[in-house]
């Protein structure tokens, strides 16, 4: 099949301080940027996309505390969203492997707050997202976040001096959306686990890491460290995707609220015949 040319309308000129915030293809308000800072650069239009345009403006749940999470799905639009913690312990065995660990862990999130919620005052959420993100060391352990500074102090040691420093970085993404059908379970649920590989320099000293330590930065991190902020300086390098040490991918996040949105009633072995 010959390619075919997606037809756009003719974007303001990227340095056109004057240039209307509005182009013609943006007129539904729901996806028009934020305010522009007086002075500053316009801020980006809103990825125009079917699933996300679906969900804006309707309930769409994070099951997650963590800002920065928040943060990586304001990136693709999502703004307004609530946060409702699950209060479910996280209490998987931890001779589990990593991915099947922390794919529990999240799923029971999903659930749990999904079905506090469905017959919430506020009306059925639209979409239910949850995560959850351990450090794996090099022989499988399974590092969650310090509960003091000296078993902070010793977690960033074991990453810094064990396998050369390579440690690995495991989250879990689950969705979940109500289906129009009354398709049994009632609900779409995707789910996915996204792994990228950390490479503390070995160069880094003990006073630096306790240097770090004293910082807190990494007190609520699983691993005890955030690789997008402070903790920058103890990574010499990563081999696969940044915003998933961070905590979210968001890539596969996205793939996954398309998949639930998107017309999830209808059957795989369907899909590929159309």
Same mark, same amino acid.
């Given at each position: 099949m010959?390619?075919?040319k997606l037809l756009i309308d003719d974007p303001p000129a990227y340095?056109?301080?004057?240039?209307?915030?509005?182009?013609?293809?943006?007129?539904?308000?729901?996806?028009?940027?934020?305010?522009?800072?007086?002075?500053?650069?316009r801020p980006p239009f809103h990825l125009d996309l079917p699933a996300l345009n679906e969900i804006r403006g309707k309930r769409v749940i994070l099951a997650s505390a963590s800002p920065r999470r928040r943060q990586l799905l304001s990136?693709?639009?999502?703004?307004?969203?609530?946060i409702i913690p699950s209060t479910l312990p996280e209490n998987q065995d931890k001779s589990l492997a990593p991915f099947e660990y922390v794919l529990l862990t999240a799923e029971a999130k999903a659930r749990n707050i999904y079905t506090s919620e469905i017959d919430s005052p506020k009306g059925e959420p639209r979409l239910v997202i949850a995560a959850d993100t351990v450090i794996s060391t090099h022989v499988g352990q399974i590092l969650e976040k310090p509960r003091n500074e000296r078993e902070h102090m010793a977690m960033l040691k074991q990453l810094r001096d064990g396998n050369n420093g390579w440690h690995k970085v495991y989250t879990a993404v689950v969705c979940m959306a109500p289906l129009e059908s009354a398709v &049994?379970?009632?609900y779409?649920? /995707?789910m996915h686990v996204e792994e990228t590989a950390v490479k503390f320099d070995g160069a880094v000293t003990d006073e630096l890491l306790l240097s770090y330590v004293k910082t807190r930065e990494g007190a609520d991190k699983a691993g005890g460290y955030?690789?997008?902020?402070?903790g920058s300086i103890l990574v010499e390098k990563i081999d696969g995707t940044f915003d998933n040490v961070v905590g979210l991918p968001l890539r596969s996040t996205l793939q996954l609220i398309e998949k639930v949105i998107v017309d999830? &009633?209808?059957?795989?072995?369907? /899909?590929?015949?159309?």
């Open positions: 010959a390619d075919q340095d056109d301080a004057s240039a209307p915030l509005v182009t013609p293809a943006e007129k539904d308000v729901s996806r028009q940027p934020a305010p522009r800072t007086p002075g500053g650069p990136q693709i639009g999502l703004n307004d969203i609530e &049994d379970p009632g779409a649920l /995707e955030g690789i997008q902020g402070l999830p &009633d209808v059957p795989a072995e369907v /899909e590929e015949a159309i």
